[in-house]
């Protein structure tokens, strides 16, 4: 007793997609009952079993020809004699008849998976292509070369079964090399990729075949913005358009957030909320942080402030009336940098560098004053280095070959694999001071 209602199978489809071929007649055997005997049914063991059991779909309806009379009971079979013969005896005896009837599917019935599957051919149906990642209305598939020839109508079906999807994209292999961004392909749907993305309670606005974004890493800014005291000031070197920046300064930090590609500067410069707590520029990370400490030190940033509520939060404790008064808060001088973020994975250790000598031009008192402790450096790297012993080594050797000098103490903390063969991780350690005095 099973019926089968997948779609019928339509290969050699050519976009646009034409709906109108989908649809799907099912024969069914059918019993009438007084709505008033309807509620017992269900718990009747022999016909529990034989009603139609599948999803989206009522076992229950009117009938066609009488709205207002007796219900239907769809039953899984589409003869009496397919019937097993308790639930036959039964249905003779308590239902005003057996009568034929027509499941009707079409193409809002199915699922993505399900319709992808019934447009492939069936050497490419064992494997589904139809994940995707969302940012902001856009969803995003990396389609493997085989499922290319098919790529308009996947991403036609993408966009008819998933209501937030106003854009299907392809993702293609060239990634900018310089400002990491991945070219893309529409697939269907509206050419627009401005996107408004939601990540830790802040809404970031970005131009998506401009800027690099990765959902994906929502963990790992997180992780790092719970370091971060709200009184800090952090440093993001390579900071895109504002995952670790935006949700720092929201904390209550002060924020320098630099990116040298130009759109990620003018989207961070957007920082809904977080007002002057965020100071944005477009420079080469490398001379960022040559300048960074000396310049904060000649320009402090506002005062802490407390963290800042998004408008979401304040509303929602507006409404219960626990929405408190801002705390009185010390006036702390901004001007010492607590932490550098840098995220450029591919790339980020070569600019370590930078850090040697990076206060030896500056007065040493004057210095030691601000700096009673030097600041945390967050370093993002890749390692083809899979055993964890062995990665270590790998990237401890290439960040002391850098900075010049062994390592007082540090963390290492693996982000993800990005690859069979390939881990990001996160080498975190406190600058040492004889490498930024170091004046050779
Ligand atoms: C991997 S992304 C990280 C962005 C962001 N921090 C995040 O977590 O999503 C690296 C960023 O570094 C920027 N970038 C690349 N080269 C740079 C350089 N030499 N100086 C400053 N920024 C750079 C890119 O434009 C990109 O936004």
Not at 70 to 79: E, G, H, I, Q, Y
Not at 299 to 322: A, H, I, M, W, Y
Not at 323 to 338: D, F, G, H, T
Request: glycine residues 4%; aromatic residues 8%; contains cysteine.
């Amino acid at each position: 007793m099973t019926i089968d209602a997948s779609p019928p199978i339509l290969t050699g489809l050519v976009a646009p997609l034409d709906k109108t071929l989908f649809r799907k007649s099912i024969p069914l055997l059918a019993a009438r009952f007084p709505v008033t005997k309807i509620g017992s049914l269900r718990k009747t063991d022999p016909i529990r079993r034989s009603l139609i059991d599948l999803p989206r779909l009522r076992s229950i309806v009117p009938d066609p020809s009488d709205p207002s009379g007796d219900k239907l009971v769809l039953l899984k079979v589409s003869t009496e004699e397919d019937l097993p013969p308790q639930a036959l005896e039964f249905l003779r005896n308590e239902s005003n008849g057996l009568v034929p009837y027509t499941l009707e599917l079409d193409y809002d019935y199915w699922g993505a998976d399900e319709m992808i599957q019934a447009i492939l051919p069936e050497s490419l149906r064992e494997r589904s292509p139809a994940g995707f990642a969302m940012t902001g209305h856009i969803a995003h598939i990396n389609l493997k070369e085989e499922y290319l020839p098919y790529k308009y109508l996947i991403g036609q079906i993408i966009l008819d079964k998933n209501l937030q999807v106003k854009t299907v994209v392809n993702k293609l292999d060239s990634i900018d090399t310089q400002f990491r961004f991945f070219k893309m392909e529409l697939l269907a749907g509206e050419p627009n990729y401005i996107v408004q993305h939601h990540e830790a309670d802040c809404t970031f606005t970005f131009d998506f075949t401009q800027v690099y974004w990765n959902s994906r890493l929502h963990t790992e800014h997180e992780r790092l913005v719970d370091l971060f005291q709200p009184e800090d000031v952090v440093a993001d070197v390579f900071a895109g358009v504002g995952p670790f920046a935006i949700p720092a300064a929201r904390k209550g930090c002060a924020v320098l957030a630099n990116d040298l590609n130009p759109q990620s500067a003018k989207y961070l410069a957007y920082k809904s909320q977080v007002g002057d707590a965020v100071k944005v520029s477009c420079e080469d990370g490398r001379t960022f942080i040559r300048d960074a400490a000396a310049r904060l030190i000649a320009d402090p940033l506002p005062v802490f402030s407390g963290p800042k509520k998004s408008r979401n939060q304040e509303n929602q404790e507006r409404r219960k009336g626990t929405l408190a008064p801002p705390p009185e808060i010390p006036s702390l001088p901004r001007n010492k940098i607590s932490h550098f973020v840098m995220n450029l994975p591919d790339s980020a250790i070569q600019f370590l560098d930078a850090f040697r000598g990076v206060f030896a031009h500056l007065d040493k008192q004057e210095v030691e004053k601000v700096y009673s402790e030097m600041p945390m450096i967050h370093c993002h790297c890749f390692t083809r280095e899979t055993e964890p012993e062995q990665a270590r080594k790998d990237i401890l050797e290439r960040v002391t070959e850098k900075i010049g000098q062994p390592l007082e103490g540090y963390s290492l903390h693996l982000v993800r694999s990005v690859a069979p063969n390939k881990d990001m991780y996160c080498i975190s350690f406190r600058l040492p001071s004889r490498v930024a005095f170091n004046d050779e």
